[in-house]
């Protein structure tokens, strides 16, 4: 019904509802039965008439609200931003909106009338008809659109199926999106998705790259740190256990004993006997060959749970947890002489080595630090070597006593350097044929500061041990030099031809020994001809050839050279004949015997006679009676020395001496 037609029917219906209206009234004022069924009628139709006017109302309120609707979807349909178009059900457009027009590049008029597929592009005209042709509903396509006299684009095309109120398919409603943009959007999407999946594979691959590289670094840092670890705890050269990782179990084992009193353990303090000799005769290669060899054997005589370590140099330790008794400790000692007594084989020689251990039990003392148990195992194998090498010792506390007193004396010595504690003592050397003094013995005394007046035998093998016999050796050589030369400035030269002082083997071992003595004598003015060296057997037996050559040198500064207490030692005076001697010195033992045993009668004229059939003079020591004294000259023993003629005297008395001039 068109709106027309609604309002005329509204006026007609106001008029005939005004008409039942007066009837109604006039039909009111004559009452009778037909009138009031006539009545009756009227009212209900009266009733019905109100209702239609109502309806009418409600149509009219629709009708502007339906109105209000068409209007809004025209300004949307044609407003929109995308293009809209209907079309009849063969595709030819009916309806488009200004976004279409626009899009397809003609005016909305031109399109009216026009179908659809004027304005699809050549290439996908076949596509747009077979799809025409099947799709039923809402569908979504992509095609290109050719717009009048432009050039074709790509669009995204909606279509839906319009219908008529009884649900007949009247046509086509097709909204329009340019997406040009959007397809170059994607492109450079796609682009930029393929630049970025390249760079990622490059990047994955370098990140592979980097990350093998990390890997391979991290294997080879793991490796490091594992052989770093292990060359922390690990002697380099054996493989053993070096000094801090045996310091560490020690620390465990005595914290254990702690909790534990009775568990017992036990250190053993390994040192190899003549090694220094094997290793310089030998060459150090082959001494760490040596070495080698010895931490193998180490290792089997011990349990898996013991802890077998090198310290440095030729000095191992052993460290046996939770032992039984000292027996279980004595059976691994023994074990591990007889190990080492077995040959060893270097360079196809067959070399035979000792070692000297010493023992220290958790039970000894109250240990509560490492270093105290392996002091002690130190100090018992020093023991052991003390008393011979090749033995075993277990440490007490009298070794401890001992170690404590000699670490005082140690100390003391060194203090007595700085405070010149020490003292030149002078013992006469007499002139057997003339009867009077010829020279001195210079002797060393220790002015000890509690103790009194000290022997060289109290405090000398100390000294070599700790090194300090270098500086206190050097001294005396020096101060006896001085004396010696004041005293032939201020007497009669011809009286005092000699001057002897000792060397130690350590002190003949010195490199720069000429040098030294060469700057004394300079110093001290006095001439190399009046000082007589003197050297014990053991230097020429432990240096041979070295020793050889520092003699001759010796000898041609003119500086003399004495064999002390000769008879004692190992060599022989055919050995002798080869270095340039110059006097020998016959030891006291033999000389304080004389009466007593014939047989040392015999033996001092044999070294005498054979002494000077070398050419060599002989000194006789611990000269006390007039008997020896008579025998000596009998012999003509060129000298002699001891207390029948004088004690040591300190530089004064020595001096009074001098100026006594006494005669034997």
Not at 227 to 252: K, P, V
Not at 260 to 270: E, G, P, Q, R, T
Not at 369 to 396: C, I, S, W
Not at 590 to 615: D, Q, R
Request: glycine share 4%; net charge negative; charged share 25%.
């Amino acid at each position: 019904m068109s709106n027309m037609n609604v309002d005329v029917f509204s006026l007609q219906i106001e008029k005939l509802h005004s008409q039942i209206q007066k009837l109604l009234q006039c039909n009111t004022t004559k009452p009778n039965s037909e009138q009031e069924i006539i009545t009756e009628a009227f009212e209900e139709l009266n009733t019905a008439i109100e209702e239609l006017l109502t309806a009418s109302e409600e149509l009219k309120v629709t009708r502007a609200e339906v109105e209000k609707e068409r209007q809004r979807y025209q300004d949307l349909f044609e407003f929109a931003p995308d293009g809209y178009l209907v079309t009849n059900i063969v595709g030819t457009i009916q309806e488009a909106n200004h976004a279409a027009a626009t899009l397809l590049g003609v005016n909305q008029k031109y399109l009216v009338g026009k179908p659809l597929i004027l304005f699809i592009a050549q290439q996908d005209r076949q596509f747009f008809c077979s799809q025409m042709n099947n799709f039923q509903e809402l569908l979504n396509w992509e095609l290109n659109l050719q717009p009048r006299g432009g050039k074709p684009f790509p669009a995204m095309i909606k279509a839906s199926a319009a219908y008529k109120l009884q649900g007949k398919q009247v046509g086509w409603r097709w909204l329009l999106c340019n997406i040009s943009e959007r397809k170059k959007t994607e492109e450079m999407l796609h682009q930029a998705y393929d630049e970025l999946e390249i760079r990622v594979a490059e990047r994955t691959a370098e990140l592979v790259k980097a990350n093998q590289k990390l890997l391979t670094e991290i294997t080879e840092r793991k490796r490091a740190e594992s052989q770093l670890l292990h060359l922390a705890f690990h002697d380099i050269l054996t493989g053993l256990a070096n000094r801090a990782a045996f310091m560490n179990r020690l620390s465990h084992a005595i914290n254990y004993s702690k909790r534990h009193s009775n568990y017992l353990f036990a250190v053993l303090f390994i040192d190899l006997d003549r090694f220094k000799v094997i290793n310089d005769s030998l060459g150090h290669l082959n001494g760490d060959q040596l070495l080698l060899a010895t931490a193998s054997r180490l290792q089997v005589c011990v349990r898996s749970i013991d802890t077998a370590a090198r310290l440095g140099g030729d000095e191992f330790t052993i460290l046996l947890e939770g032992i039984q008794d000292v027996s279980d400790v004595i059976i691994v000692a023994e074990r591990i002489q007889q190990e080492l007594a077995l040959p060893f084989e270097l360079e196809g020689q067959e070399v035979f080595i000792t070692a000297s251990i010493g023992i220290a039990l958790s039970s000894t003392l109250d240990y509560k630090h490492p270093e105290e148990v392996l002091r002690d195992a130190d100090t018992a194998m020093y023991q052991a070597k003390m008393q011979g090498r090749a033995r075993y010792k277990l440490f007490n506390s009298d070794m401890y006593a001992n170690a404590l007193a000699k670490l005082q004396l140690e100390t003391d010595l060194r203090r007595a350097i700085e405070r010149l504690e020490f003292r030149v003592y002078y013992q006469p050397i007499v002139s057997l044929t003339k009867g009077s003094i010829l020279g001195f013995e210079a002797l060393l005394r220790w002015q000890h500061p509690e103790r009194g007046l000290l022997n060289p035998a109290d405090f000398i093998s100390l000294a070599e041990e700790t090194g300090l016999i270098f500086s206190i050796g050097k001294w005396v050589l020096h101060e006896a030099c001085r004396q010696m030369q004041a005293w032939r400035m201020c007497h009669d030269s011809n009286l005092l031809e000699k001057i002897s002082v000792n060397l130690s083997l350590k002190q003949f071992s010195q490199p720069d020994l000429i040098e030294q003595i060469g700057q004394i004598l300079h110093s001290t003015g006095l001439d190399a001809d009046t000082l007589t060296l003197e050297i014990t057997e053991s230097v020429i037996v432990a240096n041979g050839d070295k020793v050889s050559a520092t003699f001759l040198q010796l000898r041609e500064m003119g500086i003399k050279l004495s064999i002390d207490d000769f008879g004692t030692g190992y060599s022989s005076l055919s050995r002798l004949y080869n270095f340039p001697i110059s006097v020998l010195k016959i030891d006291r033992s033999f000389i304080s015997l004389m009466s007593a045993n014939k047989k040392n009668l015999e033996i001092i004229e044999i070294i005498v006679t054979l002494a000077h059939k070398l050419g060599v003079d002989v000194l006789a020591e611990g000269v006390e009676t007039k008997e020896q004294l008579a025998f000596l000259r009998k012999l003509k023993c060129e000298y002699g020395q001891g207390h029948f003629f004088s004690v040591p005297l300190n530089s004064s008395s020595a001096e009074a001496l001098i100026m006594a001039n006494p005669h034997w």
